[in-house]
C-alpha cells in the first residue's frame, strides 16, 4: 500500500496530478497517462507497492519470458527501469535474477519479496527472494525448514512479518492447496495443520487477510473446471469454512485480481477458459455480500488475461491502479479507479471507528518518522482535529452500539475506557505469554545446542566407525582376492589331476594291448622254433639219406631215346 505525504505546507511544492483520460464518467477505469520509459509490454507479472513507487517484476512477453523491474513513482508519475542486480554473499557478485512469471510479489518494509513462480532456470522448491528499493540489488533469502515444492499461480499475503502462502500449479501441473508460512526474521518455513472444510485444490486464485486474523481465498481453477467458491481461515482457531451466501455472487473466474480495502474487497476481471469477464465486484467482509461496482468499456485492460491490480493512496482518495495484461498482445497501459475514502457506507458507527482509528494511526505515525505519517495528512494534529470533530459529531447526533443508544458523552468515554482496560488486561496477558515463549524458546536452545554437541560426538564416531569399517573393507577385500586365488590354484590342480588320471588310464591300455601282442609273438616264436627244430631233424634225416645214397653202387641207367 502507498502511502503519499501531502501536508498543508508541502502541497504547494507537489508534482502536477497525473493525467487521466477517460471516456467516461470518474466512476469507472480510466487510463494514466505517465511520463518516463515505458515497459515491455507484458502479463503474467506481479506488482506491489513500496512507499510511494509501483514495482513491477517480470512476466511473460510476446518474447518470452522477463527478469526486469520496473518502477513507477506516484510523485513524479514516471516509469524508470531499476538496475536489477543480485549481490550473493561472501563474492558480492551482480547477478541477474531468473526469468519468472505466475510467481507473487509482497511489500515488506522497503523491500519488495518476489516468491515462487515458474522460473527459467528451473527450481525444486519455493524460492524467496527480497528487491531493495533503494540500492535496487536483488538478494536471496536462505529459506530453511519445510520449504514447499515449487509453483506457480499461488497467493501470499503477509501479516506482519511472515507470509502466507496458500495453493497454485507445480511443475506438473498438479493442482495444490496445501498452507505454508514463512518467518521473514528466522527465514523459516512451516506446514500449517487446519482442520474444517478446506478449499479445493486450485491456482490462479486470489486471496486476502483481514485484520491479520483471517484469511479468504476466493475463485481459481482446478483440475477439470473454473470456481466461484469463496473460503475463510480463522488464524486463531485455525479451522477452514466455505462461506454460503445468498443472493447475488460472481461467476466462476479464474486469473482474477483482488485489493482489499477497509472492509471491502475489490475484485477485477478473471475469466474461465471460453470467456472473459469485464465486472468489478465488490466483497463486503462485515456484510458477507456481494455487489457490482463497475462494468468497464471492453478495451479495459481488466478484462485482459494476466494483468496486476494494487493500491494507492494519494492525497484523499484511494486509488486501484491496474497494469498490463493480455487480450490479443500483451499490453503496458495503466488505469486507475478512484475509491472514496470518505464514503460512509457503514453509518454513523463506521465513522466513530474510523476516527478512532485515525487518532491510533496519528499516534503510530508519530513514532514511526516521516514514512508512516503519509495517510490523510501530514501533521498528528489536524488528524486528531478531524478525528475530535468527527466525534463531536457522532456524540451530537447520537450513534447505535450493540447495547443500545450511546447518547452521552460519558457513555461513550465509558465505553471507551472499558475497552481500553480490556485492551490493557489483554496485552499483560500477551507480555506474560511472550516472557514464558522467551524462556521457553531460550531452554530449546540451550536444548538445541546439547543436541548439536550430542550430534558432533555422534558424527566423530560415525566418522571412526566409518574410517574402521572402510579398513574391515580392504581386508576382507584381501581375503576375498586370496581366496579367490586358492579357489583358481584348487581348479589348476584339478584339472591336471584329471588330465594325469586319463593319460594313466591311456597307458594302461596301451600296456595291456602291449603284453597281448608280446604274448601272441611269444607264441608264434615258439610255433616258429618248433618247426625250426622239426627242419633241423628233417635236414638231419635227409642227410643221412644222402650219405648212406652216396656209400652205395650206382646203378647203370639205360639211354634215353628220344
Not at 478473471?270 to 468489478?280: N, Q, Y
Not at 468499456?297 to 492525497?315: A, D, E, W, Y
Not at 524458546?441 to 548439536?452: F, G, I, N, S, V
Request: charge should be positive.
Amino acid at each position: 500500500m502507498l502511502a503519499v505525504n501531502h501536508s498543508d505546507e508541502l502541497e504547494s511544492h507537489c508534482p502536477p496530478a497525473p493525467v487521466i483520460n477517460s471516456s467516461g464518467n470518474s466512476e469507472n477505469w480510466m487510463v494514466l497517462s505517465v511520463a518516463g520509459e515505458t515497459p515491455v509490454p507484458r502479463f503474467n507479472h506481479a506488482a506491489t507497492v513500496v512507499g510511494n513507487k509501483m514495482i513491477v517484476v517480470g512476466g511473460e512477453s510476446a518474447n518470452g519470458l522477463l527478469d526486469d523491474v520496473q518502477v513507477l513513482n506516484f510523485d513524479t508519475f514516471s516509469w524508470t527501469m531499476a538496475s536489477s542486480k543480485l549481490y550473493l554473499s561472501p563474492s558480492n557478485l551482480p547477478l541477474k535474477i531468473p526469468s519468472c512469471k505466475g510467481h507473487s510479489l509482497v511489500s515488506w518494509g522497503k523491500k519488495a519479496l518476489l516468491v515462487g513462480g515458474r522460473t527459467d532456470p528451473a527450481n525444486d522448491k519455493v524460492s524467496v527472494w527480497s528487491f531493495d528499493t533503494e540500492t535496487e540489488c536483488w538478494s536471496v533469502m536462505e529459506a530453511k525448514g519445510e520449504i514447499p515444492v515449487a509453483r506457480s499461480g499461488h497467493t501470499v499475503v503477509r501479516a506482519s512479518s511472515v507470509l502466507i502462502l496458500f495453493g497454485g500449479e507445480d511443475a506438473k501441473k498438479k493442482k495444490l492447496n496445501d498452507l505454508h508460512m514463512f518467518d521473514l526474521k528466522s527465514l523459516t518455513w512451516l506446514t500449517l495443520q487446519c482442520t474444517g472444510t478446506r478449499p479445493s485444490p486450485r491456482s490462479n486464485h486470489i486471496a486476502t487477510l483481514y485484520d491479520d486474523k483471517t484469511l479468504f481465498v476466493f475463485g481459481g481453477a482446478s483440475k477439470s473446471r473454473t470456481l466461484n467458491d469463496l473460503y475463510s481461515l480463522d488464524f486463531e482457531t485455525m479451522v477452514w469454512s466455505r462461506i454460503k451466501i445468498r443472493g447475488f455472487h460472481p461467476s466462476p473466474r479464474a486469473g482474477c485480481c483482488g485489493i482489499l480495502c477497509g472492509t471491502k474487497w475489490y475484485i477485477a476481471g478473471g475469466g474461465s477458459r471460453k470467456k472473459r469477464h469485464a465486472e468489478t465486484f465488490i466483497y463486503d467482509i462485515l456484510k458477507s455480500e456481494w455487489s457490482v461496482a463497475i462494468t468497464p468499456l471492453p478495451s479495459s485492460i481488466t478484462t485482459n488475461k494476466g494483468f496486476s491490480l494494487v493500491l494507492v493512496q494519494h492525497k484523499d482518495k484511494d486509488f486501484l491502479v491496474a497494469f498490463g495484461g493480455c487480450k490479443k498482445e500483451p499490453s503496458n497501459q495503466v488505469e486507475v479507479l478512484i475509491i472514496e475514502k470518505n464514503e460512509s457506507s457503514m453509518g454513523r458507527r463506521s465513522t466513530l471507528s474510523k476516527s478512532v482509528g485515525q487518532m491510533q494511526f496519528a499516534k503510530r505515525s508519530s513514532s514511526a518518522g516521516p514514512a508512516s505519517q503519509m495517510i490523510n495528512g501530514s501533521s498528528q494534529s489536524s488528524v486528531a482535529s478531524a478525528a475530535k470533530q468527527n466525534l463531536a459529531s457522532v456524540i451530537e447526533h447520537g450513534s447505535d452500539d450493540r447495547s443500545g443508544a450511546l447518547s452521552a458523552p460519558t457513555s461513550i468515554y465509558q465505553f471507551y475506557d472499558t475497552r481500553m482496560a480490556s485492551l490493557s488486561r489483554k496485552n499483560g496477558i500477551l507480555e506474560v505469554q511472550l516472557a514464558t515463549a522467551l524462556a521457553s524458546r531460550d531452554t530449546a536452545e540451550r536444548t538445541l545446542a546439547a543436541a548439536l554437541k550430542s550430534k558432533e560426538e555422534m558424527e566423530k564416531k560415525f566418522a571412526d566407525a566409518m574410517k574402521e569399517m572402510e579398513l574391515l573393507k580392504e581386508k576382507l577385500t584381501g581375503i576375498e582376492l586370496a581366496h579367490e586365488e586358492a579357489n583358481n590354484l584348487s581348479n589348476i590342480v584339478h584339472s591336471d589331476n584329471v588330465r594325469l588320471e586319463h593319460d594313466v588310464a591311456f597307458l594302461k591300455a596301451v600296456l595291456d594291448d602291449t603284453q597281448k601282442e608280446l604274448h601272441s609273438t611269444r607264441g608264434v616264436l615258439a610255433g616258429e622254433r618248433a618247426r625250426a627244430f622239426q627242419l633241423q631233424v628233417e635236414v638231419f634225416h635227409l642227410k643221412q639219406r644222402l650219405q648212406s645214397m652216396e656209400n652205395r653202387a650206382p646203378t647203370p641207367r639205360k639211354p634215353f631215346n628220344v
